[in-house]
């Protein structure tokens, strides 16, 4: 089966949702991928720090730059994403769609490279 990444968008400067609305969009989330686990599809999935955590690194030839802050300045962001096992783009859609569905979040499918 070939693996892909459901890419989760957060907008910048977005108001969070409130703890206990928060909680139950969790709670629901772990519905789907307490599914996905028992479809053998479940392979990994985490939340990511804000970008301004982010540490980018840039060689040219033998140096390496290391500046802080995120890679590109945009108004989206990935917030988290999942690995999942997928017959196919098709099965990976329906698995992106439910989670798209709970989150109310942009996500993005897209297949790991093989090898």
């Known amino acids: 089966m070939k693996q892909y990444?459901?890419?989760?968008y957060q907008s910048e400067g977005g108001v969070p949702p409130a703890p206990d609305e928060?909680?139950?969009i969790?709670?629901?989330l772990e519905v789907v991928n307490d599914e996905m686990r028992a479809a053998g599809a479940w392979v990994f999935a985490s939340g990511l720090n804000a970008p301004s955590t982010a540490t980018v690194l840039r060689a040219t030839g033998n140096d390496v730059l290391i500046t802080?802050?995120?890679y590109v300045e945009s108004k989206?962001?990935?917030a988290g994403f999942s690995i999942i096992r997928a017959a196919d783009l098709d099965e990976a859609?329906?698995?992106g769609s439910k989670v798209a569905v709970v989150l109310g979040l942009p996500i993005e499918i897209r297949p790991l490279e093989d090898g």
């Open 76 to 78: 989206e962001y990935i």
């Open 5 to 8: 990444m459901l890419g989760i």
């Open 26 to 28: 969790m709670r629901e």
């Open 93 to 95: 859609l329906k698995w």
């Open 68 to 70: 802080d802050g995120p």
């Open 22 to 24: 928060l909680a139950e």
